[in-house]
């Protein structure tokens, strides 16, 4: 991945919808090289999704999980990363192992999710904060 590649990912970060062209113009190359480029970022997994971030009232929160130390952490993400809520499963380090960005309908539905987190056998504790905003950097 070069500058270039970089680029494109940084203006897709901000609007997985800017067209090629508007890509093109801002970084002063043609259409086909963005198109190709995003292309083959997304064929060698760098791009693994393109997504959207509403504001629909939803609660969003993220939820910290700490796993006992002979758990293996990617495959607690990866079972995680399934459910709908579900937006970004991170590996961290730190006091906690995994974090949950999650987007449910209501609290009901956090709470149910939190305690579907809490009934796996490898989840020592969790821990929820709520994200009262978010901006775009």
């Not at 190359?29 to 480029?37: A, F, I, L």
């Not at 693994?48 to 130390?69: C, H, L, P, W, Y």
């Not at 952490?73 to 809520?85: C, F, N």
């Amino acid at each position: 991945m070069d500058d270039l590649d970089r680029a494109i990912i940084d203006v897709l970060r901000r609007d997985a919808r800017t067209p090629y062209t508007a890509i093109a113009d801002q970084l002063d190359v043609s259409e086909g090289t963005v198109r190709n480029r995003v292309d083959h970022l997304v064929e060698s997994g760098t791009i693994q999704r393109f997504t959207v971030t509403t504001r629909t009232g939803n609660v969003k929160a993220m939820v910290e999980i700490s796993v006992d130390v002979d758990v293996d952490t990617h495959q607690v993400s990866d079972l995680m990363a399934e459910w709908d809520e579900v937006d970004f499963v991170w590996q961290v380090s730190g006091e906690v192992d995994v974090v949950l960005v999650v987007d449910a309908i209501d609290t009901e539905a956090l709470n149910q999710l939190i305690t579907r987190v809490r009934q796996q056998e490898e989840v020592m504790s969790t821990k929820t904060r709520l994200i009262l905003d978010e901006q775009l950097g």
